[in-house]
Structure formats: structure tokens, C-alpha cells
């Protein structure tokens, strides 16, 4: 079940994404609530030499670190705008990527993950979506 701040914080980056939108450039929203209950939202920055591109959450985090420090993460999430050419126009919530995973894990390993769960949304811990994460350390 979502919280109201879990839907607050859905309409955070489906506001970023709306404010922002390019086609090909900037098509994914996201917001992250810091465990001091504040809220930052990004974009993704697309590039023509794709592997230069860096998503919304990474943005977000980036600016919840630059402006207030490292606060954690309470709960993160992403949506992304349809193009131009697709019929289904909605915005929609959808999962982090391997790499924003990491990323996120590696900032707050409790924080939840709100996820698309058929045509609604789930709540999620961010170990439960990156199992057996990568570690320097031997298991324990
Ligand atoms: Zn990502």
C-alpha cells in the first residue's frame, strides 16, 4: 500500500518530467524523499553519445547531496513520459535500472523503491531488488 507522501512523491516527479520534458532528452522524472523528510526531484540528462547519459534518479540524489548533504534515502522513485508517437499518453511509474540500483543501494541499503505492479504500484526495499549485491567485502 502507498502511503499519501508515497503519492506526493509520485506527483513530485511526474511534475519534474511534465516541467521538462524533451523528446530524446530528457524523459524520465524522478523524486526522492531524504530520511529528514525532504523531497528532490531530477531529470535525466540523455546525450548523443549515450553512455554519457545519466538518469533522473541519479540526478535527484545528486542534487539532494549537493544542496542539503547525505541524508539518506527514505524513498525514491522514477516515471517516465510517453513520447510524441505513443498512443498510451499516460506517465508512468517504472522500475530503476541495474545501474541506479546500485547507486541507490550504495547511498541507503534500507530505502524503498516504489514500483510499477501491474496497472498500480508497489513498495519495495532496494535489497529486494538487487540481491547478492556486488562487495568488496567477503560474505558474512
Ligand atoms: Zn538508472
Same mark, same amino acid.
Given at each position: 500500500? $502507498?502511503?499519501?507522501?508515497?503519492?506526493?512523491?509520485?506527483?513530485? @516527479?511526474?511534475?519534474?518530467?511534465?516541467? #521538462? =520534458?524533451?523528446?530524446?532528452?530528457?524523459?524520465?522524472?524522478? @523524486?526522492?524523499?531524504? #530520511?529528514?523528510?525532504?523531497?528532490?526531484?531530477?531529470?535525466?540528462?540523455?546525450? =548523443?553519445?549515450?553512455?554519457? @547519459?545519466?538518469?533522473?534518479?541519479?540526478?535527484? $540524489?545528486?542534487?539532494?547531496?549537493?544542496?542539503?548533504?547525505?541524508?539518506?534515502?527514505?524513498?525514491?522513485?522514477?516515471? #517516465?513520459?510517453?513520447?510524441?508517437?505513443?498512443?498510451?499518453?499516460?506517465?508512468?511509474?517504472?522500475?530503476?535500472?541495474?545501474?541506479?540500483?546500485?547507486?541507490?543501494?550504495? =547511498?541507503?541499503?534500507?530505502?524503498?523503491?516504489?514500483?510499477?505492479?501491474?496497472?498500480?504500484?508497489?513498495?519495495?526495499?532496494?535489497?529486494?531488488?538487487?540481491?547478492?549485491? =556486488?562487495?568488496?567485502?567477503?560474505? #558474512?
Amino acid at each position: 500500500m $502507498l502511503s499519501d507522501q508515497d503519492k506526493e512523491l509520485i506527483e513530485a @516527479a511526474i511534475d519534474a518530467i511534465k516541467q #521538462r =520534458y524533451r523528446d530524446d532528452w530528457q524523459e524520465v522524472g524522478a @523524486a526522492l524523499r531524504t #530520511r529528514d523528510g525532504c523531497i528532490f526531484t531530477g531529470v535525466n540528462i540523455d546525450a =548523443y553519445i549515450g553512455r554519457m @547519459a545519466v538518469c533522473a534518479e541519479a540526478i535527484a $540524489l545528486g542534487r539532494s547531496i549537493t544542496e542539503k548533504g547525505d541524508n539518506g534515502i527514505d524513498t525514491i522513485v522514477a516515471v #517516465r513520459h510517453p513520447k510524441p508517437d505513443e498512443p498510451d499518453q499516460a506517465i508512468k511509474v517504472v522500475s530503476p535500472c541495474g545501474i541506479c540500483r546500485e547507486l541507490i543501494y550504495d =547511498y541507503d541499503p534500507k530505502a524503498r523503491v516504489i514500483v510499477p505492479n501491474g496497472k498500480t504500484w508497489a513498495v519495495t526495499l532496494i535489497s529486494d531488488l538487487l540481491p547478492n549485491k =556486488y562487495s568488496r567485502e567477503p560474505a #558474512r
